[in-house]
């Protein structure tokens, strides 16, 4: 059987070090659901059309001869300080493999540097060559670059073996074996290396970072020897071997761990009677025994997140492509139009169902949120919570899609991680639609949850308040307490819950329009602290235009937070954000030039 050669990545100019690599993705979610939801993401993108593409996540003992074939064919050579050759030197070792079918497998060029269509494919080099490179499928769900940061970050020595199989013409394949590893920076031979290194073959022009792939019969015999799945007369995929897993709190938790993530992260793609097309076969074996996987069967809550996607594909079906509701709680569903003002677009579709939890669901967890996922890969982006809105009706869900037009702006509002939207870094016009869509949903549950005879908070006559306007701010607090901005769906409020504000104003300036890069809006810091003797203050905005020197009357619409600044960093929330008690933190409010602004920042303890 033919033995590798091991290729490290010297630095060059504009190099970026392993462990580098390994932190692009942060740490907002932990290692089995990221793992999980990146690779998962990558093999929806890679689906071939007319097929169910199949997604499996398989945790084994490597043993016996695997192990003696991966230590003398594929690492016969590997860095010191990798952990590799340790790992490789016991008798057994565990080892995580993923695979898709029904894919495209990673075709392409197999170097870096060579041109290719705008159509052509480039999975190989985005997964093998390149960090970071961009979806290959519009409006997909992942990026085969970060989805490969995710897998080296949940091996304890980085490492993987990729095997993949491709169709090249119509009857005909070709089978791709490399090794990759992202680790820590290292010296050898009095030169630096960035930790980058590959197993395969060395490239025959002696570029000392040029590999190339095992093909064919070779290719073939090295995959059927490490990998518990192969391939088919027919098929095409990917196959992943994830050596020394990170097991942080154990093996077991963290297969527990995977397999509550795949309900929470592909529900959608797991509902009965759908079309093909929306479908994707997912399942966990554990030694080589299947795991039972909770669905629709087993929770209430999944029942009724099906029911609100069922009603919501419905609402924006065509007559080209209808979307009946099949689901038997469809007609439990309230389905809200989400629409942006100013312009007049229609964002998305919100629906909502009451859900009554029995004790024991899996899920009961997952209640009480909203469900918010792009349109065309349905793949979950977030489960959003309301923590601070009075709920007259018990548990309920929610999910929410964009219209196809406006999926790209909610992606572009997506981190590496996928698991937010977050329109800071949006140009205006999109950053407005997307403001608009997230407070519109907010204010559609807020309704949802006190219907006519139902309670309105009022907030207190502490709340912090300033005007700001573009020609020098000025400043008062409210006198007396102001009603709720949300609609109402009529009827008499029966009583009022005050609460009691922990948020002061400390101060607050314009911010040049040079730092924030649009001459059409004025931008307004709010400098802020947070009162409690708790550890943690939720802090929710309320924003209006208070005077519109402009010749029509503004609309709320044009008025939203742009960023928060906290000492962890900043991050994006329209309806609020937790913070520290005792912590200063700013909030920057963007609206149109030339008006005075209304703001309310109301604290609770959280």
Request: aromatic share 6%; with cysteine.
């Amino acid at each position: 059987m033919i033995q590798l050669d091991w290729v490290a990545k010297p630095f060059g100019a504009g190099d970026i070090a392993g462990d580098g690599t390994k932190k692009l993705l942060g740490t907002s979610v932990a290692t089995p659901s990221l793992l999980l939801r990146e690779t998962a993401q990558n093999s929806w993108d890679a689906r071939t059309d007319g097929v169910v593409p199949e997604y499996q996540m398989r945790f084994r003992r490597l043993t016996g001869q695997t192990v003696s074939v991966l230590r003398d064919n594929v690492f016969a050579e590997a860095s010191p300080t990798s952990g590799l050759t340790a790992a490789l030197g016991a008798d057994s070792m565990e080892a995580i493999e993923i695979h898709d079918r029904g894919t495209s497998g990673l075709g392409g060029p197999t170097n870096n540097d060579s041109q290719v269509g705008q159509d052509d494919s480039t999975n190989y080099r985005d997964f093998v060559l390149t960090v970071g490179a961009p979806r290959g499928r519009s409006l997909g769900g992942g990026t085969y670059g970060f989805g490969k940061s995710a897998a080296f970050r949940a091996s304890s020595c980085g490492t993987l073996v990729i095997w993949t199989r491709i169709q090249t013409a119509p009857g005909q394949f070709e089978e791709r074996f490399i090794a990759a590893a992202v680790t820590s920076s290292f010296l050898m031979d009095a030169k630096r290396y960035t930790g980058q290194q590959w197993w395969a073959l060395r490239s025959s022009d002696g570029h000392p970072a040029q590999v190339q792939p095992v093909l064919g019969a070779d290719a073939h015999a090295l995959g059927e020897a490490v990998f518990e799945r192969g391939f088919g007369p027919t098929e095409t995929g990917t196959s992943l071997l994830l050596l020394a897993p990170v097991y942080d709190d154990g093996r077991q938790a963290f297969i527990a761990e995977a397999c509550t993530a795949v309900p929470v992260n592909l529900w959608a793609k797991r509902l009965a009677d759908q079309a093909e097309r929306r479908q994707m076969t997912i399942s966990v074996v554990v030694d080589g025994e299947p795991v039972h996987i909770p669905e629709a069967a087993d929770s209430r809550v999944l029942a009724a997140k099906e029911a609100c996607l069922e009603a919501v594909r419905a609402a924006q079906a065509t007559a080209e492509d209808p979307e009946p509701a099949h689901s038997s709680a469809a007609g439990l569903v309230t389905v809200e139009e989400i629409w942006c003002r100013n312009p007049k677009k229609l964002v998305g579709h919100l629906g909502l169902a009451p859900c009554a939890v029995p004790p024991g669901d899996p899920f009961k967890s997952a209640e009480n949120r909203v469900t918010l996922m792009r349109n065309s890969a349905e793949l979950v982006v977030e489960d959003r919570e309301y923590p601070n809105y009075r709920n007259m009706i018990g548990e309920w869900v929610g999910v929410f899609k964009p219209v196809p037009e406006m999926d790209a702006d909610f992606s572009a509002a997506e981190p590496p991680t996928h698991d937010s939207w977050n329109p800071s870094a949006l140009e205006p016009a999109q950053k407005r639609l997307v403001n608009t869509g997230l407070r519109r949903i907010g204010e559609e549950v807020r309704t949802f949850l006190a219907p006519a005879d139902a309670v309105e908070a009022e907030q207190p006559a502490e709340a912090a308040s300033q005007l700001a306007s573009a020609l020098g701010v000025l400043a008062r607090p409210v006198s007396g307490s102001r009603k709720s901005a949300g609609r109402r769906r009529g009827g008499k409020a029966k009583d009022v819950r005050a609460r009691t504000s922990k948020v002061e104003v400390l101060g607050y300036e314009l911010v040049p329009p040079s730092e924030h890069g649009d001459p059409t809006i004025a931008v307004t810091r709010f400098t802020l602290h947070a009162r409690s003797d708790g550890q943690y203050v939720q802090v929710t905005p309320t924003l209006d235009i208070g005077i519109d020197g402009r010749s029509s009357l503004g609309d709320s619409d044009e008025i939203y937070i742009s960023a928060w600044q906290t000492s962890e960093g900043t991050r994006y929330d329209y309806d609020g954000i937790r913070v520290r008690a005792g912590e200063t933190f700013t909030a920057d409010v963007s609206y149109p030039d030339g008006v005075a602004i209304d703001c309310s920042f109301l604290g609770e303890d959280a």
